[in-house]
């Protein structure tokens, strides 16, 4: 079985107020060419279809277009779901008239998770397609009123999914979620509350062959070399400068085996930072990448961006050696600030103490007890 795994295409996004809609544009003619030339039995988008529940009509109509594309010019299977940027009945409305046989567009939290079941020579493959959820609405769903942290909806969700798997299936789940050691970067939004315990462990997934996952932006594995984040296929910020964005074509043999090839996407403009005395920075080539120039001149220059921008028109950030450091700074402060984050703080104290970490029922006390005493602060 061949899967094309991508996320986070966050369609509609903006860099630095600089529409991003001809990049976007040139990431799904290359999606399709990929498809044409490896003929993947599925292709997986983990979330984050749009950057908001309300994306532009130009956003929503480009990828419209790339669906109908890729549903009357190939074979193609498509499994997606709705990430914590999508709206999750927009995601879910899309599957009204899809073919079940070859689709499974997954948006609101559903109790009884149905897996598309695909078939190679091998025997059935079953894909299970979680959507993102907030646990106040994954309580709903699954009439259960501990669930207090992404983890427990994740863990809801993947038991409604194992009831529905045929026996001897090799299993696929597609997830959107911050798996335990994942690299973050500066685009991605918090997917619990404030205080909450973000991260789910990837235990979480066993018995899965192949875990596709969207949140995080660059491309890696997290825990086991088959829990994998495909990444987004541009960089939405400049933490990112220099990183090769790609999308996974995973190989899946009969024993349930994975072999993961990344096929590297070509971007019409990237991201750089250029470092350097601003007479350098004149003399250098001309591009239409998206530029942060950071300046060690001595003295302020008199609006340095405007003649920076005849040589790199999508400059969009200048700053000087000096206040860089400044924010590192502050950084550092920030870092030390997150120390104190009170949940943070009990789960240290436990592992310190017990050597071990606190299991799910003491977590969703923690969690319910932070959140009690919130409550009673924003009342005082």
Same mark, same amino acid.
């Given at each position: 079985?061949?899967?094309?795994?991508?996320?986070?295409?966050?369609?509609?996004?903006?860099?630095?107020?600089?529409?991003?809609?001809?990049?976007?544009?040139?990431?799904?003619?290359?999606?399709?060419?990929?498809?044409?030339?490896?003929?993947?039995?599925?292709?997986?988008?983990?979330?984050?279809?749009?950057?908001?529940?309300?994306?532009?009509?130009?956003?929503?109509?480009?990828?419209?277009?790339?669906?109908?594309?890729?549903?009357?010019?190939?074979?193609?299977?498509?499994?997606?779901?709705?990430?914590?940027?999508?709206?999750?009945?927009?995601?879910?409305?899309?599957?009204?008239?899809?073919?079940?046989?070859?689709?499974?567009?997954?948006?609101?939290?559903?109790?009884?998770?149905?897996?598309?079941?695909?078939?190679?020579?091998?025997?059935?493959?079953?894909?299970?397609?979680?959507?993102?959820?907030?646990?106040?609405?994954?309580?709903?769903?699954? !009439?259960? =009123? $501990?669930?207090?942290?992404?983890?427990?909806?994740?863990?809801?969700? +993947?038991?409604?999914?194992?009831? @529905? &798997? *045929?026996?001897?299936?090799?299993?696929?789940?597609?997830?959107?979620?911050?798996?335990?050691?994942?690299?973050?970067?500066?685009?991605?939004?918090?997917?619990?509350?404030?205080? !909450?315990? =973000? $991260?789910?462990?990837?235990?979480?997934?066993?018995?899965?062959?192949? +875990?596709?996952?969207?949140?995080? @932006? &660059? *491309?890696?594995?997290?825990?086991?070399?088959?829990?994998?984040?495909?990444?987004?296929?541009?960089?939405?910020?400049?933490?990112?400068?220099?990183?090769?964005?790609?999308?996974?074509?995973?190989?899946?043999?009969?024993?349930?085996?994975?072999?993961?090839?990344?096929?590297?996407?070509?971007?019409?403009?990237?991201?750089?930072?250029?470092?350097?005395?601003?007479?350098?920075?004149?003399?250098?080539?001309?591009?239409?990448?998206?530029?942060?120039?950071?300046?060690?001149?001595?003295?302020?220059?008199?609006?340095?961006?405007?003649?920076?921008?005849?040589?790199?028109?999508?400059?969009?950030?200048?700053?000087?050696?000096?206040?860089?450091?400044?924010?590192?700074?502050?950084?550092?402060?920030?870092?030390?600030?997150?120390?104190?984050?009170?949940?943070?703080?009990?789960?240290?104290?436990?592992?310190?103490?017990?050597?071990?970490?606190?299991?799910?029922?003491?977590?969703?006390?923690?969690?319910?007890?932070?959140?009690?005493?919130?409550?009673?602060?924003?009342?005082?």
């Amino acid at each position: 079985m061949r899967m094309l795994h991508t996320a986070d295409l966050h369609l509609g996004r903006q860099f630095h107020g600089m529409s991003l809609e001809d990049d976007h544009a040139a990431i799904l003619d290359q999606i399709l060419q990929a498809i044409d030339k490896y003929r993947p039995d599925v292709f997986i988008i983990a979330g984050d279809i749009f950057d908001r529940a309300s994306p532009p009509a130009t956003a929503v109509r480009q990828f419209n277009a790339f669906l109908g594309r890729v549903a009357r010019e190939t074979e193609t299977a498509v499994v997606m779901i709705a990430g914590n940027h999508d709206s999750g009945d927009r995601i879910g409305a899309m599957s009204v008239l899809t073919d079940v046989r070859r689709a499974l567009i997954r948006g609101p939290l559903l109790a009884d998770e149905t897996p598309l079941i695909l078939h190679d020579a091998a025997g059935p493959v079953a894909i299970s397609a979680l959507p993102f959820g907030y646990e106040f609405a994954a309580r709903d769903c699954f !009439g259960d =009123e $501990t669930i207090a942290m992404p983890e427990h909806v994740i863990r809801a969700q +993947v038991t409604a999914a194992r009831r @529905h &798997l *045929p026996e001897g299936a090799r299993w696929v789940v597609v997830a959107h979620a911050f798996v335990e050691g994942g690299s973050f970067s500066e685009g991605e939004r918090p997917l619990a509350r404030v205080g !909450g315990i =973000e $991260t789910v462990r990837h235990d979480m997934f066993d018995g899965a062959h192949y +875990v596709a996952l969207g949140h995080l @932006h &660059l *491309p890696h594995s997290v825990g086991m070399p088959h829990i994998r984040y495909a990444g987004a296929p541009l960089a939405f910020g400049f933490d990112e400068a220099g990183s090769v964005k790609s999308m996974s074509l995973v190989d899946l043999d009969e024993q349930g085996r994975v072999a993961i090839t990344a096929l590297p996407f070509a971007p019409t403009r990237g991201v750089r930072i250029l470092r350097g005395k601003f007479a350098d920075l004149l003399h250098g080539e001309p591009s239409i990448d998206f530029i942060k120039a950071v300046l060690t001149d001595d003295v302020p220059l008199i609006d340095p961006m405007k003649r920076l921008r005849e040589l790199y028109p999508n400059a969009c950030q200048l700053t000087y050696t000096r206040d860089e450091r400044a924010l590192d700074i502050m950084s550092e402060i920030k870092v030390q600030a997150t120390l104190h984050d009170p949940a943070k703080v009990i789960r240290e104290f436990l592992m310190q103490v017990r050597s071990e970490d606190p299991v799910d029922a003491e977590l969703a006390l923690i969690g319910s007890a932070l959140s009690d005493l919130r409550s009673v602060e924003a009342e005082a």
